[in-house]
Antibody, heavy 115, light 110 residues
Framework: VQLVESGGGLVQPGGSLRLSCAAS????????MTWVRQAPGKGLEFVAN????????YYVDSVKGRFTISRDNAENSVSLQMNSLRAEDTAMYYC?????????WGQGTLVTVSS | QSALTQPPSASGSPGQSVTISCTGT?????????VSWYQQHPGKAPKLMIY???KRPSGVPDRFSGAKSGNTASLTVSGLQAEDEADYYC??????????FGGGTKLTVL
């Protein structure tokens, strides 16, 4: 199993970024997928998850209306579109396989929101 | 979507046992048997150690065990080894729309 995140970087407050996660080594279309973030020196925080066919999506309250999770089962990928970014969104963003229990994690991609 | 409560630190000597608690509510830990525990070494991604309260994934040593009583779950590490020094996080299902983590516990092997 391999999960590889990309798309992180430095962005100004109010800006946008799109994170992607390429999955391999398991039957992607059968798995829920989740984004989890970790601010520098802080704990883990659930951000969003998406069901197998993309029909169910759930978000932590702090990102509702700003972030959108999506998936492409043909490409074995899951994405996180992040708009109206704030300083408090600065974190390492991890892609993880599963909806409630996360047995496989990517290495993370760092998002820094700063002027 | 309040975070679960974990002690910020725990410690033990090599060979000893240490237990880390994770306290939630009847809406998360107490309401479902979907508590999991993750180990995270500095600069690394989290690793699943326990799921569904008591189950151990393949490859995780049986020195790691999980339990739950009421609204509090716990992770016990027996026979402490130097490589067990890490941050540990609990997580719980909290209904279809929510997943919550604990604040994390830094385990030090003395």
């Amino acid at each position: 199993v391999q999960l590889v995140e990309s798309g992180g970087g430095l962005v100004q407050p109010g800006g946008s970024l799109r994170l992607s996660c390429a999955a391999s080594g398991f039957t992607f279309r059968n798995s829920w997928m989740t984004w989890v973030r970790q601010a520098p020196g802080k704990g883990l925080e659930f951000v969003a998850n998406i069901g197998q066919d993309g029909g169910e999506k759930y978000y932590v309250d702090s990102v509702k209306g700003r972030f959108t999770i999506s998936r492409d089962n043909a490409e074995n990928s899951v994405s996180l579109q992040m708009n109206s970014l704030r300083a408090e969104d600065t974190a390492m963003y991890y892609c993880a396989e599963g909806g409630t229990t996360w047995g496989y994690w990517g290495q993370g991609t760092l998002v820094t929101v700063s002027s | 979507q309040s975070a679960l409560t974990q002690p910020p630190s725990a410690s033990g000597s090599p060979g000893q046992s240490v237990t880390i608690s994770c306290t939630g509510t009847s809406s998360d830990v107490g309401g479902y048997n979907y508590v999991s525990w993750y180990q995270q070494h500095p600069g690394k991604a989290p690793k699943l150690m326990i799921y569904d309260v008591t189950k151990r994934p393949s490859g995780v040593p049986d020195r790691f065990s999980g339990a739950k009583s009421g609204n509090t779950a716990s992770l016990t590490v027996s026979g402490l080894q130097a490589e067990d020094e890490a941050d540990y996080y609990c997580s719980s299902y909290a209904g279809r729309k929510a997943r919550v983590f604990g604040g994390g516990t830094k385990l030090t092997v003395l």
